[in-house]
């Protein structure tokens, strides 16, 4: 059965290398393969459809593509590589800036932002403002 986000992944490092070419004629496998960063036969077999690619190559052709990491992890079937990289970084030196993150960590980007404007403001009140000596 052929798997349908490797079949994309593939098609997007084709029109990437069409791009790359010029448009006419797509950049040669070895130019590709040394841009990416991985070996030409282990992109060659990829290519044409006869395996899928380690989690290393994935965040190798994300810089390639330009795309997010965890798109390309996804396309290529390691989504618990992809989940385990969205998760918030719990281990910031900064206790309140981790509590932060898990706060708001399933909110949607739009969500996020909106919270971002609201510490800004909030940090700029707060500086601004004498703190009472207790």
Known sequence: MMNKNLTKLRALVEDK??????????????????AIGCAQPSLRVF???NGGVDVATCLRLARYLELPRATVLRLAGHDDIANMLAEP??????PALSQIARAIADLDDE???AVVSTVRSL????????????
């Open 47 to 49: 290519l044409k459809e």
């Open 17 to 34: 290398r069409l791009e790359r070419g010029g448009g006419v004629q797509p950049e040669s496998q070895v130019d590709a393969a040394r």
């Open 123 to 134: 940090s700029k009140t707060l500086a601004v403002t004498p703190r009472r000596k207790h």
């Open 89 to 94: 970084d719990t281990g910031h030196p900064d």
């Open 111 to 113: 969500q996020k932002t």
